[in-house]
């Protein structure tokens, strides 16, 4: 049986896995949320928590009055149409959340510098080269979940439990800015990305607090402006 805090994850899966081998086509409808509770054997709240996760990958579209739809299957037609609506607009506005991170993360891998164990630096190294490999079968929802152990890795080793801390409390804002912009992001975009990555872990490796803070902080702010934005 599915932990319940992984089911939504397993079945946006499991539909993905569903557009890729054809089994949902593009342009497509996709079955209704009764018919498809019932295939997975879940609750219609999870089941739409897989769908507005596919939907902010840019895997599913919705539109109004004619309900959910496969978005083309194409990386590059994915990658030019428009990002899915912010779900949490009623409490902050995408900016602020980027805004968050940039301060947040970047004081968090300061303080990690130095902390990191050898197995913790070859998990982030792996974690990378996942990001390039999911990016590559286009499998967006293991590239965003190697996104997260990325920066999820950094926050275990931070100094500071109160910043640790803060971080859990905004963890579903963050894990949506890691996902917002995946449908408009281009493949030299995400190169640029993982290389980013490589450079905070390359000033984590040398213990390089203030280095690992301002590659994070640029890092952040790179794919706020891949979102359109400019914290």
């Known amino acids: 049986m599915l932990n319940k805090t992984l089911l939504p994850q397993s079945v946006a899966r499991e539909i993905q896995a569903m557009i890729q081998a054809g089994q949902l086509k593009a342009g497509e409808k996709i079955p209704s949320q009764r018919e498809f509770s019932q295939k997975f054997g879940i609750s219609r709240a999870s ?39 912010w779900r949490y607009s009623e409490s902050y ?10 301060l947040l993360e970047g004081e968090i891998a300061r303080l ?7 197995a913790q630096l070859e998990a982030m190294e792996n974690a990378t080269k996942s990001m390039e490999v999911c990016w ?39 894990t949506e800015t890691q996902r917002q ?7 030299e975009r995400m190169r640029q990305s993982i290389a980013e990555h490589r450079r905070i872990i390359a000033a984590l490796r040398a213990n390089d607090g203030n280095e690992a803070r301002s590659e994070m902080e640029a890092h952040i702010r790179n794919t706020a402006r891949c979102a359109g934005l400019q914290p």
């Open 47 to 85: 089941l739409r928590e897989a769908l507005l996760t596919l939907e902010t990958l840019g895997l599913l579209k919705t539109e109004a009055g004619r309900g959910t739809f496969v978005s083309a299957s194409d990386g590059a037609a994915r990658q030019s149409g428009n990002m899915a609506p």
């Open 93 to 102: 506005p995408v900016f602020d959340v980027f805004q968050t991170r940039i």
């Open 112 to 118: 990690a510098a130095g902390r990191l164990s050898q």
């Open 136 to 174: 590559a079968n286009q499998d967006l929802l293991a590239n965003v979940d190697a996104d997260l152990d990325f920066h999820g890795t950094i926050v275990s080793a931070c100094s500071n439990t109160m910043l640790k801390a803060l971080y859990q409390t905004v963890r579903d804002q963050v």
């Open 181 to 187: 912009p995946i449908p408009i992001t281009d493949p």
